[in-house]
């Protein structure tokens, strides 16, 4: 029985159930039938509200684009508009301007024939005129053409003369006037100072008593250094001194140091003064090289050889006329380098050039030949420029200068030593120079005034133009240049110049 009531109740659940879960789907299925019922209505009315919103937009779109299409049709036509009104001022105007120019051309054309009957009756004119001259003149066309032809030809050539000696006047006073405005720049902006050197070299004594140790027994410390220095060795009355005599400057030098250092060290014997001339003959050379080498720094010229600075610094113990030639040098390289400045030069070959030009005094003792040859030797020899040499070897015009710095080498040369101080003469004998060669030149006939210029190396001659003509101021420029060879003697050359009006005849000598 129990097992009946529980199969009973087991088919009774399972029918319970089956029921149960038909009657759930039937219900969801429902459920979802109105779920899907409802779903279509809303989306249908949405559907429509935005078929409505696009259908309204299309009708705004429509409008917005319809304005703007009749804005601009608008626009386009007032520019339409604007552009036949300016046509129809533009067609206005072309035809004033057509208007205008057909009243000019009427105009030429009758300006034209008006010309054209002013030239025939111009035309008849002259030939009545010309039919006139030649009865009075009695010419041909061809003769009288050919007079006045000759005529103004004349005057042409007269005008052209007149023309051309005022320029060359203007010319020559422009050059002059440039040329002192240069010198007189570069030689206040090149402050040089001026010592005469002598000969003879002053050494100090600490007392009296060093003259006889110097002299030695029976005079043998003396005759030694003066064998070994080159040098004379003056012992007089000058208390406390002793002169060193010579014309060698290097040996001057070596000799007072070497007696400088024999005095500071107290023992004076023949060994000892040899030990001290060696010393100070190795301190002269190294001063020498020195002294080369500071020349070329002053003068900011690079470059140059070492053995061509050595024989540049051996300089500082040469004089020229009492000119120490190593200040000479670098005075003379400052001055051509302004110069060549001023007037566009190459400086750098003028302060070169001027550096050197004078180097072969360094040694024109031990090679024959003048000291400009010597120079361009050394120059040559040492590898400078051609330009270089060539300025060198014409500053005392043994070859005539073919270039301006050339020429401006000369010019700083004869500028350094003309300075006042710069070398010793005597001013008595130069003044009796001057008026040798003035009174030479005054003696002839003819002579006007006569003028010793340039340190006496021009003698200016002026003339009377009556009594000398041009052939004559040639003549007497040969005469005078002959007698001053004859009865003077100078360095050089003199140049004699006799000017008569405003022209020049010129004879070096």
């Known amino acids: 029985m129990t097992v009946l009531y529980v199969v009973l109740a087991l088919a009774v659940g399972v029918g319970l159930g089956y029921l149960a879960r038909r009657y759930l789907a039937s219900s969801s299925l429902a459920n979802a039938e109105r779920e899907a019922e409802r779903v279509q209505r809303d989306a249908k009315r949405e559907a429509e509200t935005v078929l409505k919103e696009a259908r309204l937009e299309a009708k705004e779109e429509v409008h917005r684009v319809r304005t703007e299409v009749e804005t601009e049709l608008r626009d386009r036509r007032a520019e339409v508009a604007a552009l036949e009104q300016r046509l129809m001022q533009r067609e206005e105007q072309l035809e004033a301007r057509a208007a205008e120019q057909e009243r000019r051309d009427q105009s030429l054309r009758d300006r034209e024939a008006n010309t054209e009957r002013l030239t025939e009756e111009l035309n008849a004119a002259r030939d009545e005129a010309v039919a006139a001259l030649e009865r009075i003149s009695g010419l041909s066309p061809a003769q009288a053409r050919d007079l006045l032809l000759k005529q103004v030809e004349d005057d042409a050539r007269h005008d052209m003369a007149k023309l051309v000696r005022q320029v060359e006047e203007e010319a020559r006073r422009e050059a002059d006037r440039r040329a002192r405005n240069i010198l007189s720049l570069s030689i206040q902006r090149t402050a040089a100072n001026h010592v005469a050197e002598t000969t003879v070299t002053v050494v100090p004594l600490p007392s009296d008593d060093m003259k006889g140790r110097i002299i030695g027994r029976e005079g043998r410390n003396i005759r030694a250094l003066e064998a070994v220095t080159g040098i004379d ?56 090289e020195e002294a080369g080498e500071q020349a070329c720094f002053d003068t900011n010229v690079h470059g140059v050889a070492p053995e061509l600075v050595k024989v540049l610094g051996r300089l500082k113990f040469r004089t020229s006329y009492g000119q120490n030639v190593l200040n000479h040098s670098v005075e003379v390289a400052h001055l051509a380098g302004l110069m060549a400045a001023e007037l566009g030069a190459n400086i750098k070959i003028a302060k070169r050039a001027g550096l050197l030009h004078d180097v072969g005094k360094a040694v024109d003792h031990e090679v024959e030949g003048s000291h400009a040859d010597i120079s361009q030797q050394l120059a040559k020899k040492y590898r400078e420029s051609q330009s270089v040499v060539h300025a060198i070897h014409a500053h005392h015009q043994d070859v005539e200068p073919q270039t301006i710095e050339a020429v401006l080498v000369q010019a700083a040369d004869a500028v350094s030593a003309a300075r006042p101080g710069a070398r010793r003469e005597s001013l008595e004998n130069y003044i009796k120079r001057l008026e040798a060669l003035e009174e030479i030149a005054e003696k002839h006939k003819g002579v006007e005034k006569c003028y010793a210029m340039q340190a006496g190396r021009e003698v200016r001659v002026m003339v009377k133009p009556a009594e000398i003509n041009d052939n004559g101021t040639a003549l007497l420029a040969r005469e005078i240049a002959k007698e001053i060879e004859e009865q003077l003697d100078y360095p050089g050359q003199i140049r004699v110049t006799v000017i008569r009006e405003s022209r020049a005849t010129e004879l070096a000598k």
């Not at 000799?255 to 030990?275: M, N, V, Y």
């Open 233 to 288: 060795c003056i012992i007089d009355d000058t208390p406390e001194a002793v002169v060193l005599s010579g014309f060698d400057g290097v040996r001057r030098e070596i000799a007072r140091l070497t007696l400088t250092k024999l005095i500071a060290d107290g023992r004076i014997h023949p060994a000892r003064i040899e030990e001290m001339y060696e010393q100070s003959r190795a301190e002269v050379e190294a001063a020498m």
